[in-house]
Antibody, heavy 121, light 108 residues
Framework: EVQVLESGGGLVQPGGSLRLSCAAS????????VNWVRQAPGKGLEWVSG????????FYADSVKGRFTISRDNSKNTLYLQMNSLRAEDTAVYYC??????????????WGQGTLVTVSS | EVVMTQSPATLSVSPGERATLSCRAS??????LAWYQQKPGQAPRLLIY???TRATGIPARFSGSGSGTEFTLTISSLQSEDFAVYYC??????????FGQGTKLEIK
C-alpha cells in the first residue's frame, strides 16, 4: 500500500525557517517525482515545488523561488522542503503528492494528509 | 502559465440527480487533465486522469470527458458521500502545475 506522511509543520515567526519532511512507503521511491502542494485556510490548491525521482531536476512556483528548497533522500525514502524567509502568506496546509507515472510531469496519484504551517508573530 | 477556470463555483444538486462540472484551460493541455475530490479536513483524492480514465477504486458514476481546453466531470446519481469540493489540474505545460479554483458540490 502506497503511503506518504508529512511532518515538520508548526508555528513560526515571519522571517523564520522550517523544514518539512515526507516519508514514503509502498513503492519504489526513486522512480517517481514527488511534489509539494499547499492550501491556505479556506482557499484552493497551489503547487509549490516538485523534484524528479533522481533528484537532479527541481522546480518551484514563482511565489517561493529563492526562499524554498526541495530535496530528497532516496536511501531514506524521504522528501524534504526547506522553507526560509517565511511570510504570513505562506500559512497553509502543505501536502506531499506522489506523481502517477514514472518520470515527471503527470497527475498526483497519492497525497499525504498534510502538515499545517502557520507564520505569525 | 496555464490558467484553469472552473464553473460554477457552487453547484446545488439533489441526491440521486446528475451533476456536471466544467473546467476550462487558457490554452490547450491535450488530455493531460486530472480531477480531484476534497472533503473537509481531508487531503485531495485523485478521481480522473488523462481527462477520462478513472483512478483505481473510483466508482463508475464518476466520468470525465473533453480535450484541449474544455473538460467536464459528470457524476451520475449523486450519493451523499459525493458532496465535496472538486478541483481540476493540468499537467501538460509545467512548471507550474496549475489547478482550477474548485467547484463546491452541495446538497440541494
Amino acid at each position: 500500500e502506497v503511503q506518504v506522511l508529512e511532518s515538520g509543520g508548526g508555528l513560526v515567526q515571519p522571517g523564520g525557517s522550517l523544514r518539512l519532511s515526507c516519508a514514503a512507503s509502498g513503492f519504489t521511491f526513486s522512480n517517481y517525482a514527488v511534489n509539494w502542494v499547499r492550501q491556505a485556510p479556506g482557499k484552493g490548491l497551489e503547487w509549490v515545488s516538485g523534484i524528479s525521482g533522481s533528484g537532479n531536476s527541481k522546480f518551484y512556483a514563482d511565489s517561493v523561488k529563492g526562499r524554498f528548497t526541495i530535496s530528497r533522500d532516496n536511501s531514506k525514502n524521504t522528501l524534504y522542503l526547506q522553507m526560509n524567509s517565511l511570510r504570513a502568506e505562506d500559512t497553509a496546509v502543505y501536502y506531499c503528492a506522489k506523481e502517477g507515472e514514472v518520470g515527471m510531469g503527470s497527475y498526483f496519484h497519492y497525497w499525504g494528509q498534510g502538515t499545517l504551517v502557520t507564520v505569525s508573530s | 502559465e496555464v490558467v484553469m477556470t472552473q464553473s460554477p463555483a457552487t453547484l446545488s444538486v439533489s441526491p440521486g440527480e446528475r451533476a456536471t462540472l466544467s473546467c476550462r484551460a487558457s490554452q490547450s493541455v491535450g488530455s493531460n487533465l486530472a480531477w480531484y475530490q476534497q472533503k473537509p479536513g481531508q487531503a485531495p483524492r485523485l478521481l480522473i486522469y488523462g481527462a477520462s480514465t478513472r483512478a483505481t477504486g473510483i466508482p463508475a458514476r464518476f466520468s470525465g470527458s473533453g480535450s484541449g481546453t474544455e473538460f467536464t466531470l459528470t457524476i451520475s446519481s449523486l450519493q451523499s458521500e459525493d458532496f465535496a469540493v472538486y478541483y481540476c489540474q493540468q499537467y501538460n505545460n509545467w512548471p507550474p502545475y496549475t489547478f482550477g479554483q474548485g467547484t463546491k458540490l452541495e446538497i440541494k
